[in-house]
């Protein structure tokens, strides 16, 4: 079992960068893809990025493809998410997340999540 913390969201303006964290304890985190979601109260939790066991393959949804990068390192046990040209639309809680099944966008195949980093852009 692996237990993940998110960190660096807070409040930015638009067209800023902004990277998040999320770090892992427990369990082997080599084991494991990763993946960072958000959710706002109006949607439904989201894709953002995926990343394989050995950050070789890497996996974007449509919106932040050019933006965003998920990048790991496996001796930290860390992942990050490098966000850049916020737009408001990035505004959410933004979670990492854990899978031993592989790299996948879907939210149901991912086993441990985080709680949560709060990301506002502001314009």
């Known amino acids: 079992q692996v237990q993940v913390v998110e960190s660096g969201g807070t409040l930015v303006q638009v067209g800023g960068s902004l990277r998040l964290s999320c770090a892992a304890s427990g369990g082997s985190f080599s084991s494991y893809a990763m993946g960072w979601f958000r959710q706002t109260p109006e949607k439904e939790r989201e894709f953002v990025a995926a990343?394989?066991?050995?950050?070789?393959?890497?996996y974007y949804a449509d919106s932040v493809k050019g933006r965003f990068t998920i990048s790991r390192d496996n001796a930290k046990k860390m992942v990050y998410l490098q966000m850049n040209s916020l737009k408001p639309e990035d505004t959410a809680v933004y979670s990492c997340?854990?899978?031993?099944?592989?790299?996948?966008?879907?939210?149901?195949?991912?086993?441990?999540w985080g709680q949560g980093t709060q990301v506002t852009v502001s314009s």
């Open positions: 990343i394989s066991r050995t950050g070789g393959s890497t």
């Open positions: 997340a854990a899978g031993v099944r592989g790299l996948t966008y879907l939210p149901s195949l991912y086993d441990y």
